[in-house]
């Protein structure tokens, strides 16, 4: 695959998917790249995902607000300017603090930015079935821990 170069503004910014209440926008995808994925995520106050794994290493940079994260059994609050970097197959789940919060995130390959497409055009935001929500994420490699 040859990737092409690419400027995202803020006039040409991809739609937002709404991801079981987060906005998901991707930036830009491992298909557009050839490899890696970055994204813009959004969520109001006590969103975020369950505890899971997936065959992609994953790094988080906060911008705005206080982000909880659970790293396998641990747990910390991350601020803006906190970079948190999860390893291939590491369980973790985070929740945006008080007021919401923001993060620009990163994928090492293709694979987050399908997912979250799906999970946008296939589970309701508001009242998310929660049996068909694990199974998009398992036909993307995502193992929901519960």
């Not at 970055?38 to 992609?56: R, T």
């Not at 906060?62 to 991350?78: H, N, Q, S, T, W």
């Not at 789940?93 to 930015?113: I, K, N, P, Y």
Request: proline share 8%; aromatic share 8%.
């Amino acid at each position: 695959m040859n990737a092409r170069a690419f400027v995202v503004t803020p006039m040409n910014r991809p739609q937002e998917l709404n991801v079981v209440g987060e906005h998901i926008t991707v930036l830009a995808s491992g298909a557009a790249t050839g490899s890696y994925e970055i994204f813009f995520q959004e969520g109001p106050e006590a969103s975020g995902p369950p505890p899971h794994s997936h065959p992609w290493d994953e790094s988080f940079y906060v911008v705005k607000g206080r982000i909880e994260f659970g790293i396998g059994a641990d747990k910390l609050v991350a601020v803006p300017g906190t970079l948190v970097h999860l390893p291939a197959g590491t369980t973790h789940w985070f929740r945006f603090g008080e007021r919401g919060g923001q993060m620009v995130s990163m994928t090492s390959r293709l694979g987050a930015s399908q997912m979250f497409t799906d999970i946008d055009r296939e589970i309701s935001p508001t009242q998310p079935d929660l049996e068909k929500l694990v199974g998009v994420g398992a036909r993307h490699g995502l193992a929901v821990a519960l």
